[in-house]
């Protein structure tokens, strides 16, 4: 008898070396418009809105992520939603092959944290910089590229410090 797929999945995870790191961030649209907020929920997407979103989705050559690099000092927080105004900490825009801005795009977010800086929970609404050290958030298209090729993404640099400032 063959164990389930998802025993096997979870012993991998625990198996897997500590560089691996990684947590869903959210899933949701690149910013309505330039210089605006990403739409970012824990899941946004089943297997029909998906397919329904990448069909009305222009294809995706490149994103711009800010801030870049995120600089976050232990005990702050990166919100998917900011929860008073309803609106993302982060501006995550989408652009196409000859350079324009595509509004709304299908995205998935995640954080890759080698050093165990942040942590994030599907309960959470937010991600924690925890402890001093760096990882990585990936902003990746959640579609398919019509050339079959891999999806664009954007790696963003996150440095948690004790201080974000000489100031503090």
């Not at 995870?13 to 500590?18: E, G, N, Q, S, V």
């Not at 605006?36 to 029909?48: K, M």
């Not at 994103?63 to 008073?84: A, E, M, Q, Y």
Request: aromatic fraction near 8%; include cysteine; proline fraction near 7%.
């Amino acid at each position: 008898m063959r164990a389930p797929i998802f025993i096997v999945t979870a012993c991998l995870m625990l198996l897997a070396p500590p560089d691996t790191l990684a947590g869903q961030f959210g899933e949701g649209y690149s910013s309505m418009v330039p210089g605006g907020p990403s739409d970012l929920r824990y899941r946004a997407f089943t297997i029909h809105t998906g397919r329904e979103a990448c069909d009305l989705s222009a294809a995706v050559s490149e994103f711009r992520v800010s801030p870049n690099p995120l600089l976050l000092k232990v005990g702050d927080r990166i919100h998917r939603t900011n929860v008073d105004s309803q609106i993302s900490e982060l501006v995550i825009e989408a652009y196409g092959a000859s350079g324009e801005f595509l509004p709304a795009v299908p995205i998935v977010v995640s954080t890759i944290d080698s050093q165990r800086a942040t942590e994030i929970r599907s309960d959470w609404d937010y991600f924690e910089a925890v402890r001093e050290g760096e990882g990585d958030l990936v902003v990746k298209w959640a579609c398919t590229a019509p050339s079959g090729e891999g999806s664009p993404l954007e790696t963003v640099r996150i440095i948690v410090g004790l201080v974000t400032s000489v100031n503090e």
